[in-house]
């Protein structure tokens, strides 16, 4: 059974910057940040394969940076120039496989507790 375990969540006001990690378990090729916001789906934030390779939701473009350690086994999100319309509940997911479709929540098969975060304007 793979574990993992976000934090870095919080509360901060419009503008500001946060960073979330998430700890696995398990090596696996991909890593990803989903977020839920009440009410609405679970939507792909940004994943990243033991290869480098990171995709971004083009809501967050140029202001979030997803990248993982050199173990592969730890994921970060750091959000700068955070919007009211990036609180969400924020998972981290993984898959020990590459998904085609990336941002995709069913292509992922392990999933954290989740971590709040909440932007105040």
């Known amino acids: 059974q793979v574990q993992l375990v976000e934090s870095g969540g919080g509360s901060v006001q419009a503008g500001g910057s946060l960073r979330l990690s998430c700890i696995s378990s398990?090596?696996?090729?991909?890593m990803a940040w989903f977020r839920q916001a009440p009410g609405k789906e679970r939507e792909g934030v940004a994943a990243?394969?033991?290869?480098?390779?990171?995709t971004y939701a083009d809501p967050v473009k140029g202001r979030f940076i997803a990248s993982r350690n050199s173990a592969r086994t730890t994921l970060y999100l750091q959000m700068n120039s955070l919007k009211s319309e990036d609180t969400a509940v924020y998972y981290c997911?993984?898959?020990?496989?590459?998904?085609?479709?990336?941002?995709?929540?069913?292509?992922?098969?392990?999933w954290g507790q989740g971590t709040q975060v909440t932007v105040s304007s």
């Open positions: 997911a993984q898959n020990p496989l590459c998904p085609s479709n990336r941002l995709d929540p069913s292509e992922y098969l392990s």
């Open positions: 398990k090596y696996n090729c991909a």
């Open positions: 990243v394969f033991t290869s480098g390779t990171t």
